[in-house]
């Protein structure tokens, strides 16, 4: 007779077959490089990158690095405890206080992830006689949040501002207390960005509460980096905004929450990811707090972004590709099979250029996609090289004319 995990084996060893056979076995490439826009990896290749989180290009900025060095000195390697036991640094509450004042609300918390920072925000917040009306295309982190919450739940199709407001008519005839608003800033993977602005109408005419997981959007859009908010003309309008020191601010690990100081209390006592996991390393808050003090002095790092976003999609397009064409630094190829997803970024990567295909479970079925990210750390000679591989492999897989 066989055990339990004698068949658990055998079942996920068919299960990884099928995935290698259909083509759809995701692959994990080996660095040896600092994360930049070109890369080197295990195998010696070197390649522009061209689908990190790294929009500011700061992963490897020498003051971003100079700044963890001096917090490691300063501050030691890590804290090995949670932060209300004994995992609370005075960077710690230094880095919150940035936070806040960058965003313009009361006051902010951070986690060891945005993943906790999304997972942790609902449950301490909404109960039984609350709702949450969450965009079908939220990211995974909100939808697991929103699954531990014992809030009534509502869905309204990505983007729909006429489904959300059938929601908020739902809430109100249902005489639910408390209704929060829950979008992505930017969706990560067709690069839209929410109609914030729709929504905090929306929100205003019905009483509810906004939250806006800014993951794809902090640093670099707007005027001065504020987000999706500031895009929107909504800054400081929303009541709770999460975000990542992962991406483009900083590119380590690290999540937040911000907004009204009665919210961050409340996760302060009650958030389990917060109150279970370690304090973030203080090399990570050190350079953290560099990279807001150089949002701060200076937009010319958004704006090197936007201007190589036009240079990229004006000459992707003009080869003929399809594209999802957002107002963020995520621009998806769309090529809607899966395998042909696989067979693109592998032949990229033999011209030099460092891509993912994306496909299902990560993106619809039959929505299959290469995600295109860009980066201030590109050049323009740079991207001219990309568009260029794109053509000719576009071309040799049949997905542009010849």
Known sequence: MKSYAQGLQIRLQDELSQLQEQGLYKKERIMVSLQAAEITLSDGR??????????LGLSSHPRVLEAAHKALD???????????????????????????????????????????ANGGAFEPLLGEKDAIISDALNHASSI???????????????????EL?????????AGHENVLIVTDGVFSMDGYVAQLDRIVELAQKYGAMTMVDECHAAGFLGERGRGTPELCGVHGQIDLVTGTLGKALGGAM????????????MLR??????????????????????????????????????????????GILNLGFDIRDG?????????????????????????????????????????????????AGHSTEQLQRVIDAFGKVGRRLGVIPA
Not at 46 to 55: G, K, L, Q, V
Not at 89 to 113: C, M, N, P, V
Not at 165 to 173: F, H
Not at 334 to 359: K, N, T
């Open 46 to 55: 070197t390649a522009i990158n061209c689908c990190a989180n790294n929009y």
């Open 74 to 116: 300063s501050h030691g390697f890590g804290m090995s405890s949670v932060r209300f036991i004994c995992g609370t640094q005075d960077i710690h509450k230094e880095l919150e206080r940035a936070i806040a004042q960058f965003y313009g609300t009361e006051d902010s918390i951070l986690y060891a992830a945005a993943f906790d």
């Open 144 to 162: 697991d949040g929103v699954r531990l919450c014992k809030a009534h739940r509502y869905r309204y199709a990505n983007n729909n501002m006429e």
């Open 165 to 173: 407001e059938a929601c908020l008519v739902q809430c109100r005839d």
């Open 254 to 265: 690290g999540g937040y929450t911000t907004g009204r100081k009665e919210m961050i209390a």
């Open 269 to 314: 006592q009650r958030s389990r990811p917060y109150l279970f996991s370690n304090s973030l390393p203080p090399a990570i808050v050190g350079a953290s707090l560099e990279v807001f003090r150089m949002l701060e002095e200076s937009n010319e790092l958004p704006r090197k972004l936007a201007e190589n976003v036009r240079f990229f999609k004006e």
């Open 327 to 375: 107002a963020s630094a995520i621009v998806p190829i769309m090529l809607y099979d899966a395998a042909l997803s696989q067979r693109m970024a592998d032949s990229l990567l033999d011209e030099g250029v460092y891509v993912i295909g994306f496909f299902y479970p990560v993106v619809a079925q039959g929505q299959a996609r290469i995600r295109v990210q860009l980066s």
